[in-house]
């Protein structure tokens, strides 16, 4: 087994985690300006590096665009939206868990459309690895604040993210991993405009001149390069196992809400990480450890 396309994965994820390291450096700045942000310093980044790099990797076919609707509008930006919408309806532990379905659609969507085949190994994985987000997102602390509507853009967020993975493997058909990186972000930076608030740059700038710092390191340490990371590795490792694996990024973000912001480590948070490193563990067995009807 190559073990590098998995490294790309799981690295991709644990750098997804660090997103509120900068986050909550962005005083003022809204969920859907946040994702714009990312958006277009994301696209200027990727774009900029293949103007100077090899302007062939820019050229794409327009009946090919579909692709990057789907990885660019109906993933990032629809995902994102419902994402922040079920924030509003519904507790954070809630809207945790319900993003964290985004593996179970990604195994079924790759079941009816890449004939992956769903073994007992890798229900496994996915049974340990919600259970895991759901421990890390404070399940048993809290009660779970939940809306009807909240659960619809719930799904609809876990629905969306899964979608990226989906997308992206039809694009990886035909095109380099960077090329669909790049398109993803510049549809992206389309799809996120009516919902932007341009108007009020100026002003959060204004209040805040450091933000543009942890702006520009959202773009490219939690944006531009776990993205390639993740669509490199996606070229390889089934689209399943690799949403499955991605479930590191809540356990990164845990981690790093200890060390670096001294919250409290629960017992539960603590079972919930050893939770998802083992589904990666099962997910990723030697052959010779097969379980039945694998």
């Given at each position: 087994m190559q073990i590098l396309p998995y490294l790309y994965i799981v690295s991709g994820a644990a750098l997804w985690g660090l997103i509120g390291v900068f986050v909550r450096n962005l005083p003022g700045f809204g969920p859907m300006q946040i994702v714009a942000c990312r958006a277009w310093i994301t696209a200027f980044i990727l774009a900029l590096f293949l103007l100077a790099t090899d302007r062939k990797l820019l050229k794409i076919?327009?009946?090919?665009?579909?692709?990057?609707?789907g990885t660019g509008i109906f993933s990032i930006v629809f995902f994102n939206y419902c994402y922040f919408t079920t924030i509003r309806l519904c507790s954070l532990s809630a809207a945790a868990i319900l993003l964290y379905t985004a593996p179970s659609f990604v195994t079924l969507l790759s079941l009816l459309l890449f004939h992956e085949k769903l073994t007992r190994r890798k229900l496994s994985a996915l049974v340990l690895a919600f259970a895991g987000c759901a421990l890390v997102s404070g399940v048993?602390?809290?009660?779970?604040q939940i809306s009807p509507i909240g659960i619809l853009s719930g799904l609809g967020?876990?629905?969306?993210?899964?979608?990226?993975?989906?997308?992206?493997?039809?694009?990886?058909?035909?095109?380099?991993?960077?090329?669909?990186?790049?398109?993803?972000?510049?549809?992206?930076c389309i799809g996120v405009l009516p919902f932007a608030g341009l108007d009020e740059f100026p002003r959060l700038l204004a209040?805040?001149?450091?933000?543009?710092?942890?702006?520009?390191?959202l773009g490219l340490f939690s944006s531009a390069i776990p993205y390639l990371l993740y669509t490199r590795g996606l070229k390889q490792v089934p689209a399943?196992?690799?949403?499955?694996?991605a479930s590191i990024e809540p356990v990164v973000a845990t981690l790093a809400g200890i060390f670096l912001f001294h919250e409290p480590a629960t017992a539960a948070g603590l079972l919930g990480v050893a939770a998802v490193f083992a589904s990666l563990i099962v997910l990723n067995l030697p052959n010779r450890y097969k379980l039945p009807s694998d």
């Open positions: 076919r327009l009946r090919d665009c579909w692709c990057f609707v048993g602390q809290s009660s779970l967020s876990g629905f969306g993210y899964a979608l990226y993975s989906i997308f992206a493997k039809y694009a990886l058909e035909r095109y380099h991993s960077i090329t669909v990186t790049t398109y993803t972000f510049l549809f992206a209040d805040s001149p450091g933000s543009v710092w942890y702006l520009l390191a399943g196992k690799a949403s499955i694996m």
